[in-house]
């Protein structure tokens, strides 16, 4: 199954969600330089996770993301909301 414009896969109601949220952080991060390049000025978003599997063994996940990116990420959240909301 696949989302709207995506070619990733959705999970739907029959999948099995295996680890459990246990914290969340974030920060925004400038790169300003980096050894190919003086002037990089390159903002990001790096996300920090804390999640539990079904063992109760908790893991550290981290992803970091472009403007763009997040952009995505947070239309895509407000999405679930507004659906939740109907619920």
């Known amino acids: 199954m696949e989302g709207p414009g ?3 896969p ?3 109601a029959k999948s099995e969600v295996t680890d459990q949220l246990i914290d969340l952080q974030w920060k925004l991060g400038m790169a ?3 050894d190919s390049c003086r002037s990089l000025k390159y903002p990001y978003v790096a996300v920090m996770l804390k999640v539990a599997d079904h063992s109760g063994h908790v893991k550290n996940k981290s992803f970091e993301m472009t ?3 997040f952009q995505n990420f947070y239309r895509q959240f407000k999405e679930i909301a507004a659906v939740i909301e109907t619920v």
Request: proline fraction near 8%; charge should be negative.
């Open 32 to 34: 300003v330089s980096s």
């Open 10 to 12: 959705m999970l739907d």
């Open 6 to 8: 995506s070619r990733e």
């Open 67 to 69: 403007i763009p990116q």
